[in-house]
């Protein structure tokens, strides 16, 4: 301490002033960075989507402005649209945004909601259809490829009618149309 004390005391008043205004600029220096770091944008990595279009603010957050930006369309309903490094850095430099990707492994997953109408729902209903038409007993419905499922966007309901349905009792198959949503919706 008194090593310490000898050597200020050495120094010439300019000296000790040039000293304290350093340390204190450089103190606000890093105090206006951790601030700034603290509202830093970055990445939304994984965002549901429930409107029509993506939004600026759907893939980055801590925008001071221009998160209702329209990108473009957004995903089939129940579908995923990965945005890779390089398409999330055009768009930060066509938007003056001020994030740059730290590595190509950078990216968005925006995921679309939905409302989906299952297999088994479909089945149930497909039977009393069917038994409307006269078929009766025990049976297993198959389908051509994989069960049918529906999806819907997410602000409507999990609803369908049975438009049409016929059985061929020769051939053993029975075809139908679907209408989602349901007429009622």
């Known amino acids: 301490m008194n090593a310490a004390r000898k050597i200020w005391n050495g120094w010439s008043l300019t000296a000790r002033m040039l000293t304290l205004v350093l340390s204190l600029f450089s103190g606000m220096l890093l105090l206006i960075g951790a601030s700034q770091a603290g509202n830093a944008v970055g990445l939304k990595e994984n965002t549901v ?17 221009g998160a209702d930006k329209v990108l473009g369309p957004a995903p089939q309903p129940g579908t995923d649209m990965v945005l890779n490094a390089r398409t999330l850095m055009r768009v930060a430099i066509a938007l003056d945004v001020p994030w740059r990707p730290t590595s190509t492994a950078d990216q968005v997953v925006l995921s679309r909601a939905a409302t989906t109408v299952c297999s088994e729902s479909i089945k149930d209903e497909l039977r009393k259809a069917l038994a409307a038409k006269g078929l009766a007993g025990k049976y297993d419905l198959d389908f051509l490829g994989q069960a049918p499922e529906i999806t819907l966007p997410h602000d409507q309901p999990a609803t369908f009618d049975i438009t049409e349905v016929s059985f061929d009792p020769e051939k053993d198959t029975f075809t139908a149309n679907l209408s989602a949503p349901s007429g009622g919706n």
């Not at 600026?56 to 957050?61: A, E, P, R, T």
Request: aromatic share 12%; glycine share 18%.
């Open 49 to 65: 989507v429930t409107d029509n279009n993506i939004k600026l603010g759907d893939v980055f957050y801590g925008l001071e402005g």
